[in-house]
C-alpha cells in the first residue's frame, strides 16, 4: 500500500510538472496577436476582384491555376527553432474535378527519316498519331483543386486521417499555394477553406480560419 502511494505521489507530482510547463510557454505570437492576411494573387490573375457580396471573380484567360498568397504574423522566438518558424497552413476546397477522357498526339518519322541538316540530326516528322484514353475516372480518384486525391481505400478512422486530406504550406510566414483553373469552371463558384496553426508543435496554439467564396468568370 505504501509503495502505491508513493507511486501515486511522484506521478501527480510529475503530471503536474508536465502541465505547468505548458501553462507558463508564451503565447505563439510576438506581442500575443496572431493575424492572417490572404489575397488571390493579382500577378497570377490580373482581373481578379471582389464584389459587394463578398465573392472573389476570378476570369479564366488560359493559365490553369490562380494562387492565394499569404502573409502572416510572426511567432515568438520560443516557437522559432534554428530559424524555422513552426506554422503551417493548410489548403482545401469544395471543388473537385473527375477527368473523362485525355487526347494527345505523338510525331511519327519515315523509317528512312528526313533530317534538317547534313549531320544527320534533328528528324523531321511525317505525321502525328493520336491517341485517347477514355474513362480515367475509373482509374483515378477525382482532383481537388487545391492539389490532392483521396484514394478507394482511403482510412477515415485511422487518427491521421485528418492530416492526409488538403495540402500544406509550413514554415515559412509568406506562403503560396496553386489551385487548378479550367474553362469548364467559368460559371462554377467555388469555396476554398484556409487554416493557419501558429505553432504545429506541442503546447500553445492559435489556429485561424480563413473562407475565399470565388466565382470563375
Partial sequence: MKREIIAL???????????????????????????????????????????????????????????????????DPYYVINKVPLIEVQYDSDYWVAFGSISFKIPTYSVYSWFTNGDWDNLIPVGNLEYTLTDIAKLQPPLNIAGYQIQKNFCWECPYAPDLIGTYSKYNYEPRQMFFLDSLMSGD?????????????????????????IIVD
Fill in 189 to 213: 463558384t467555388l469555396k476554398v477553406l484556409i487554416e493557419t496553426k501558429f505553432n504545429n508543435d506541442a503546447g500553445k496554439r492559435v489556429v485561424i480560419e480563413d473562407i475565399f467564396n
Fill in 9 to 75: 505521489l511522484v506521478l501527480s507530482f510529475f503530471t503536474s510538472c508536465i502541465q505547468d510547463d505548458i501553462f507558463d510557454r508564451p503565447h505563439p505570437c510576438l506581442d500575443e496577436k496572431c493575424n492572417t492576411y490572404f489575397e488571390i494573387d493579382p500577378k497570377v490573375s490580373p482581373s481578379v476582384y471582389q464584389d459587394d457580396n463578398g465573392f472573389h471573380h476570378i476570369e479564366y484567360y488560359g493559365p490553369k491555376y490562380f494562387t492565394i498568397s499569404g502573409k502572416l504574423s510572426e511567432l
